[in-house]
C-alpha cells in the first residue's frame, strides 16, 4: 500500500469521526419543530375536571401603629425586636451592675441624672452595710409607650422580673424603664433615662 493512500485512508478516517460528531451535537433538525406535549396525569375515576385550587397568597403584614410607628417614622432603623433585645440585655446588666455596685458600668448605660441617683443610693447603702438586689428571672419585656421629643427619641418598656434581697427573699417587680437616644447621634447605643413603679 503506498504511501498516500495510508494518509487519504487516515484523512477520511478523521473526517468521519468529525461529522459522527457533528451529527450527534446537532442533530437531524429541520425547520419549526412542534411543540413538545406535555404528559398530565390521568384523572381519577369518579373525579371531575375543573379549576385548579387558589396558591395561598401570604397574608399581608399588618400595618406598624402606635409608639413604633412614631419611632419608626423619625429612624427608619428602629426595629421593635432587635430594641427589646437590647432593652432585656440591658436591664440584666444595670440590675447586676447596682447589684455588685459597679459604678463604671452603670455610667456606660445610664443617662447623667439617672447616675446620680444610682451613686447616691450606692454610696447610702455602702454606708448601711446592705446589700443590693439580684436578679433571679426577667420574666417579660414590653414596649408601652415611645416618642420622638424634639431631637431625642424615647422608648418606654415594662419589665416584670424576680428578684431576690438578702433576707427579705425573692420578691416580684414591674417597673416601667424609659430609654433614650438622641436621633442625630452616630452612637447607636440607648441610655436608660428614668426607672417608675408600673
Keep these: 500500500m503506498s504511501r498516500e493512500l495510508v ?9 468521519g469521526v ?3 460528531r457533528l451529527y450527534s451535537v446537532l442533530g437531524r433538525k429541520t425547520g419549526a419543530e412542534p411543540p413538545a406535549h406535555t404528559r398530565t396525569a390521568p384523572i381519577e375515576a369518579g373525579a371531575t375536571a375543573g379549576p385548579a385550587a387558589p396558591i395561598p397568597q401570604p397574608a399581608p403584614a399588618a400595618p406598624v401603629s402606635g409608639p413604633v410607628a412614631e419611632l419608626q417614622s423619625a429612624d427608619p432603623s428602629f426595629d421593635a425586636n432587635h430594641f427589646l433585645g437590647g432593652a432585656r440585655a440591658a436591664y440584666e446588666m444595670i440590675v447586676q451592675a447596682f447589684a455588685t455596685g459597679d459604678r463604671a458600668t452603670l455610667r456606660t448605660l445610664l443617662t ?5 441617683s444610682y451613686d447616691k443610693a450606692l454610696t447610702d ?4 452595710g446592705g446589700q443590693g438586689p439580684e436578679l433571679v428571672r426577667l420574666k417579660s419585656a414590653e414596649i408601652v409607650d ?3 421629643y424634639g431631637e431625642v427619641l424615647r422608648v418606654a418598656v415594662r419589665f416584670e422580673a424576680e428578684l431576690a434581697e438578702g433576707v427579705a427573699g425573692i420578691r416580684e417587680t414591674r417597673e416601667r424603664w424609659t430609654f433614650e437616644r438622641e436621633l442625630r447621634s452616630r452612637d447607636p447605643n440607648w441610655l436608660l433615662a428614668g426607672v417608675a413603679q408600673a
Design 7 to 15: 494518509e487519504i485512508l487516515i484523512l477520511a478516517a478523521i473526517a
Design 112 to 116: 447623667q441624672r439617672v447616675f446620680s
Design 125 to 128: 447603702r455602702e454606708a448601711a
Design 146 to 148: 415611645g416618642g420622638v
Design 18 to 20: 468529525v461529522v459522527a
